[in-house]
Each structure stands twice: as C-alpha cells, then as structure tokens.
C-alpha cells in the first residue's frame, strides 16, 4: 500500500519566517509534486521533481523552492512566508511505471502564516 | 493548456443518484479521471476513464465519456452520507505528459 506522510498536519507560521514542509513516500516512486489547494480555486501546482535533485516550476512557483536529495523525499520550502501563502499544501507521487498515472496523496499540511 | 470546469456544489438526498458532471478542453486527453477528497484528507483516486472508452462502471459507480462534446460525468448510485466529500475531475494529455490538470472540485453533500 502506497504511503505519502507529510511532516505535520497543522503549521502556525509568522510572516517572514522560513518554513519547511516535507514529505516521504515509501513505494519507490520517481515523480513527486507539491500542490495548494484553496476554496473555489482547485489544485494548483507549485512545482514537481521526476527525478533526485532534478525540479521543474509548475503553475505558480513564485515564493517556494523545493529540494530532492533522496529519491523519497521532496521538500516544500517558503524562504519568507507571508499571509496569502496562507493554504492547504497537498504533496503527492506517482511512479513512471504506472500506465494510468495515478497520484498518490500524502493528507495534506493546513499552513497559517499570521 | 488541458483546462478543465467543474460545478463547485451538489446537494442530494440519501438514496438518490447524484450526477458530477466536467467539461475539459484538450480533446487530446489520454486519461480522465475522478478523484474524491474526504475532509480532513489528501485526494484519492476514484476511478479513471481511458480515452477510447464510452462508458466504464465500476459498483455503484459509472463513468460516462461524450468525447465529441468533451464531457465526463461520474454517477453515484444510491448516495450515502458517506459519500459526501469533493469530487475532482482530472485530465492527462498526451505525448508523454504524466502531470493531470485538476479542476476545481465539486462538494457533494448528502443529506439524511
């Protein structure tokens, strides 16, 4: 069975802090992607790894970075938060294998940044 | 752009059929899919639909794709409160894409 763990559920953060968001997956999967999601706005995509320490911007990737130096691990990072990244981050793999391309989602880390 | 629109709410009765429908924009889509969000949890897959296929039923579940009009719909038969959750139409173009475009999520409630 297919596990995405995002390292906290719940994040408070202050504006201009620098915040981290991890997520593991344990099934050996090349593709890894971070989403937000918000009310009335869907899923949008901030970036995606397919491959260790290689990324690619997706959608709206302006305020994060991310970083994958293990092949199951890629991390969210905010260099300096601020209150409109103020989300639901949805981490998520899915492996080249597949022919269907399922994503797999870890349960999401609700980030408030005051 | 793959670019794909979803109602935001559905409001049915225990018992009944509810009826999800999407409309998507790349008539080059290779795979549709349905995933559903319970509160409080990440997206799981649903099902998915294979571009060469009209119809796929899986339980009380049934997909129908009119690619001519570039509509998918997902029925839920006999809807439990259990079933309450969002529902997410997704769509993966072709030529080697394995990043689907999401659209922005119907909240299906169901009531008593």
């Known amino acids: 069975d297919v596990k995405v763990t995002q390292s906290s559920r719940y994040l408070v953060k202050r504006t201009g802090e620098k915040v981290f968001l991890e997520c593991v997956q344990d099934m050996d999967h090349e593709n890894m992607f971070w989403y937000r999601q918000d009310p009335g706005l869907g899923l949008r995509l901030i970036y995606f790894s397919y491959d260790v320490k290689m990324k690619e911007k997706g959608d709206i990737p302006e305020g994060y970075s991310v970083s994958r130096e293990k092949k199951e691990r890629f991390s969210l990072i905010l260099e300096s938060a601020s209150t409109n990244q103020t989300s639901m981050y949805l981490c998520?793999?899915?492996?080249?294998?597949?022919?269907?391309?399922?994503?797999?989602f870890g349960p999401g880390t609700r980030l408030t940044v005051t | 752009g793959e670019d794909v629109e979803q109602s935001l709410f559905l409001s049915v009765r225990e018992g009944d059929s509810s009826v999800i429908n999407c409309t998507y924009t790349d008539s080059s889509s290779t795979y549709l899919y349905w995933y559903k969000q319970e509160p409080g949890a990440g997206l799981q897959l649903l099902t998915y639909i294979f571009s060469n296929m009209d119809m796929k039923q899986d339980q009380r579940l049934t997909v129908l794709l009119n690619k001519k009009d570039k509509h998918l719909s997902l029925r839920i038969a006999d809807t439990q409160t259990g079933d309450s959750a969002i529902y997410f139409c997704?769509?993966?173009?072709?030529?080697?894409?394995?990043?689907?475009?999401f659209g922005r999520g119907t909240s299906l409630i169901v009531h008593p």
């Open positions: 998520a793999s899915s492996n080249d294998r597949d022919t269907f391309y399922e994503q797999y």
């Open positions: 997704a769509g993966l173009g072709p030529g080697g894409s394995y990043i689907p475009t």
